[in-house]
C-alpha cells in the first residue's frame, strides 16, 4: 500500500485541469480531495476515482475493477480503477474526474454535540 512521490507527482500534474484539488496520505495511500469532496485516492501507484451507478458502466467497459483495500477484502467502496489510456490524457483524465467529484459526497463534518437538558427532581 505505498505510493510512490514520482507517482503522485504525475497524477497532480494530470489532474491540473481540475479546480480546488488536493491530497492526504491516508492508511498507506493518498485521498484525493475536491474542495470537500473527496473523489479519489491512489494505492500501490493506481489511481481510482469514485463512481456510481451511472459512471460505474465506462470503468467495466476498460476492464477496470473495483479498489479493494486487501486482497482477501471485498470492494466496499465504489472507486475504480482508472485506466492507464485515461490516465495520460490530461483533457480526458479531468473529464473523469470532474464527473467523481459531482457523485462524490461532501466529506463528513464532525457532528456537533448537543447539551442534553438536565433532569429535574
Known amino acids: 500500500m505505498a505510493v510512490s512521490d514520482s507517482f503522485l507527482t504525475f ?4 489532474l491540473d485541469g481540475v479546480r480546488d484539488v488536493t491530497w492526504r496520505r491516508m492508511f498507506g495511500g493518498v485521498g484525493l480531495y475536491a474542495g470537500e469532496r473527496f473523489f479519489g485516492l491512489i494505492d500501490n501507484d493506481r489511481l481510482y476515482f469514485k463512481a456510481d451507478d451511472a459512471t460505474v458502466v465506462d470503468y467495466t467497459r476498460e476492464g477496470m475493477g473495483p479498489f479493494r483495500p486487501g486482497p482477501s477484502q471485498a470492494a466496499s467502496m465504489k472507486y475504480y480503477e482508472v ?18 467529484v459531482d457523485v462524490a459526497p461532501a466529506a463528513a463534518r464532525e ?11
Open 111 to 121: 457532528p456537533r454535540r448537543r447539551k442534553r437538558p438536565g433532569r429535574q427532581m
Open 83 to 100: 485506466p492507464v489510456s485515461v490516465l495520460e490524457d490530461a483533457g480526458e483524465l479531468a473529464r473523469w474526474a470532474r464527473r467523481s
Open 11 to 14: 497524477v497532480l500534474e494530470q
